[in-house]
């Protein structure tokens, strides 16, 4: 009988290890992916709130390493190289690490260790990129800890970091065009399609590249376009607009969009409809 009773006892410590309360986490996890341009960017990292406290200068001190959010370090990966503030950051995955100081935060992009919170010290072999923001003081608090991305285009984009009535702001560079030029010239070069010879006319009209090469390309691609398509008739005039013919450019505009109301197109017709009245004038 005893010897059931320890058997059952032991049976029942296991079931309530087995069954431990699963809680919500004070400061939860978030993942935040973007694409800006060729590149990908992961941030993951966790959220704390402000819960009445003071942020800046007390729950996170001045003049102290913090660990960009709570918890175990943030990560920051990037699927290839980028620059912020104008300091390269090589494709990798890294951690992010702060100090804020009284006026500004600086912000340490850091190789990854195994490391899974906060630093006393940094060893400055590991660092990669080290750039600051001055903070700019908001007219309202903001609850919950924030990285964001912001004013996304093909060449980049900002790096927000905002929490209580603070944000601090970091320019990130995608290093789209001398990426975009290289893929471009390699791509042209092995027996282009014709929807190579658009993308890429397309590509230096919107960046304000070599007129003469947009220009050279767009033709190329409509030498095999039987029936070329409304959206296709929108690049060829814009690039010939921007090469200079803007009376062809016109005519071009128009037959798109007999094209684009042939396919009853919305959104052909009304970009169309608006390239054809900016080319009317």
């Not at 966790?46 to 175990?72: C, D, E, H, M």
């Not at 929490?163 to 030029?181: E, S």
Request: glycine residues 4%; proline residues 4%; positive net charge.
């Amino acid at each position: 009988m005893q010897k059931l009773f320890f058997l059952l006892s032991i049976f029942l410590s296991a079931a309530t290890l087995g069954a431990q309360l699963k809680a919500p986490v004070a400061s939860p996890r978030a993942k935040l992916s973007q694409n800006i341009g060729l590149v990908n960017i992961t941030v993951d990292y966790s959220r704390p709130s402000k819960k009445g406290r003071t942020i800046f200068g007390s729950l996170v001190p001045y003049n102290k390493i913090w660990r960009t959010g709570a918890n175990q370090a943030t990560t920051f990966s990037v699927s290839d190289d980028i620059k912020i503030n104008n300091q390269l950051v090589p494709k990798g995955e890294y951690h992010i690490y702060s100090v804020p100081r009284e006026k500004r935060l600086d912000l340490i992009v850091y190789k990854k260790t195994d490391k899974w919170g906060s630093l006393k010290e940094f060893d400055e072999s590991l660092i990669v990129a080290r750039v600051v923001s001055d903070f700019i003081e908001l007219p309202f608090s903001v609850e919950t800890f924030e990285i964001s991305f912001d004013n996304i285009s093909n060449n980049g984009s900002t790096l927000n970091l905002i929490w209580d009535n603070m944000l601090a702001i970091y320019y990130i560079d995608a290093l789209t065009k001398d990426k975009m030029v290289n893929n471009i010239k390699n791509t042209l070069s092995k027996n282009p399609k014709p929807s190579d010879y658009q993308k890429a006319a397309l590509y230096y009209y919107e960046e304000g590249l070599d007129k003469e090469k947009a220009y050279e390309w767009i033709n190329l691609a409509f030498e095999s376009y039987k029936e070329p398509k409304y959206w296709q008739l929108r690049v060829k005039a814009l690039v010939y607009n921007y090469y200079g013919k803007k009376r062809e450019a016109l005519k071009i505009a128009k037959q798109g969009l007999k094209q684009a109301k042939k396919s009853d197109a919305p959104d052909g017709l009304n970009t169309l409809s608006l390239l054809v009245d900016r080319l009317s004038k």
